[in-house]
């Protein structure tokens, strides 16, 4: 008789612990994946066997026709959207259902992460995205054009031996991460750095620090703080080391004291967000300059209210921010870049056409480039805009339903789905981007594709990579004009080639969350012989 208790009790646990909570859209009549299928494919992510982007495909990919399909967060039920018009249903007009990112990583958990834009909630959200939204218009960024083009050709200087010929082999995620670190330290810290030549310095350290979440114990740790907050609390289990948050903190309010105490004024991120902490700035509503491309999100209207211009931000709000443009500009950043360099290296044509169009501005500009120059470069527009639809910098991108949502059923087979409160949705832009039916041959690189002609031929949400809506990404431009910027230079000086290190295919590493190559993107730069 116990025997038969405990074997009951097996049955009864591995039923409701194991089974029913991922047969969750299968009794709303939502096609998913089956129960085993669900656990085999988790546990390849958990276990660091398969990419956790290739999953998101894998799900995404295995139910073709269908507007949305059961996906599952570990226990968490998520539903994948699939179809660009729902997707702009949710992200832009019914916003107000759909407002918060869910928390994965809760406040209790990271008293700073919490605080940040990403995270932030509701009415606190709006507030914040109104009063940052100013430091990121384009005038803006034509402001912070100078600093990073002294980056960049400090950059490019460190690769250029007068004379030599030889092709240098370097491995691009490192020198990039190097880069945009020095971008961030000057263009938001105002802090000079230059970590190609000091290669530990302080600053590149705790940044390789706040962003590495590649292992084992890592991808744990989200586990844990994502199902049970008050243990990883109790463990003390953090996203970021005391270490980190000590640095930033000291970081930020330090520099914005000395600032306050000695008059200091610099076009940079600090700057802004010292006077975004006063009220001062405004959003720019019309005679803006040029932009920077076919993948800018324009700000919506909730970004350009004037009447939000009030919010008072503490010294942690203002760290919280100035960590989150960081921990985007030190990893995504470098990885588009990364994913750039890897494609021009391969695709041997689309380099040559993309340094020809940087020569002819060299040219017309008497050897100088101007923001407005680089503004105005379609071919190097369409190479960005192809590899951020091959790569995104993020594979998905959540909502939470913050009031009860419907969505209707528009074709044979569908039923009602009834969204409360808590649920989530999720646009996989890593397998919509690759949907044969939005992009044909999608694993192809082709520039093309956002040529004048041709984009009015792509959907409109089909192809997102800074997200959609509201809360798309507030930094996209920052980001556009880093990338364009630093490949416009490179390409000045150098071709990007295929050297014997190089891994080519690209093997998507399984450590990470996001795209990042298995073995490195090794690959050489190899001087041209140009005279301006």
Known sequence: MPLILILAGVCLFIYFALIRPFQFWTRRGIVQFSVWRLWLENAKVILQLKP????????????????????????KPILAIRDPEL????????????????????????????????????????????TLSPSFTSSKMKAMFNIMSECAERFVNHFRVEGSEDTVTVEFKDIFTRFTNDVIASASFGINCDSLKERENEFYQMGKEATSFSGFWNNMKFVIMMLSPKLATFFGVHLFSNKVSTFFRNL?????????????????????????????????????????GYSVIEESEIGKEENRQKLQLSDDDVTAQALIFFFAGFESVSTLMCFTAYELAVDTFSQEKLREEVDNVLKD????????????????????????????????????CVKPYTIHPERDGEKPVYLNKGDLVIMVMYGMQRDEKYFPDPDRFDPERFSKENRRTIIPYSYMPFGAGPRSCIGNRFALLETKL???????????????????????????????????????????????
Not at 99 to 126: T, Y
Not at 491 to 502: A, G, H, N, P, Q
Not at 515 to 523: P, Q, S
Request: glycine residues 8%; contains cysteine.
């Open 365 to 400: 500009g008497n050897g100088t480039l101007t923001y407005e120059g680089l503004m105005k470069m379609e071919y190097m527009d369409m190479v960005v805009s192809e590899v951020l639809r091959k790569w995104p910098t993020a594979v998905g991108s959540d909502r939470m």
């Open 87 to 130: 997707i702009k249903q949710i992200t832009v007009k019914d916003f107000d259902h759909f407002i918060d990112h869910s928390q994965f990583v809760p406040e209790e958990c990271e008293p700073l992460w919490g605080k940040n834009l990403f995270a932030l909630k509701g009415e606190r959200w709006k507030e914040m995205r109104a």
């Open 486 to 532: 630093l490949f416009f230079t490179i390409l000045r000086y150098f071709e990007i080639v295929v050297v014997k290190k190089s891994v080519i295919p690209v093997k998507i590493s399984r450590k990470q969350i996001n795209l990042n190559a298995e073995d490195g993107f090794w690959f050489g730069l190899k001087p041209r012989n140009v005279h301006y």
């Open 252 to 292: 930020v309010t330090g520099n914005m004291a000395a600032r306050e105490r000695d008059g200091i004024v610099r076009p940079d991120m600090i700057h802004l967000l010292m006077e975004a902490r006063k009220g001062r700035l405004k959003h720019e509503r019309s005679n803006e300059i040029i932009d920077s």
């Open 52 to 75: 956790m982007a290739d999953n998101l495909r894998l799900m995404y990919d295995g139910f073709p026709g269908a507007r949305f399909a059961g996906m599952y967060q570990f226990a």
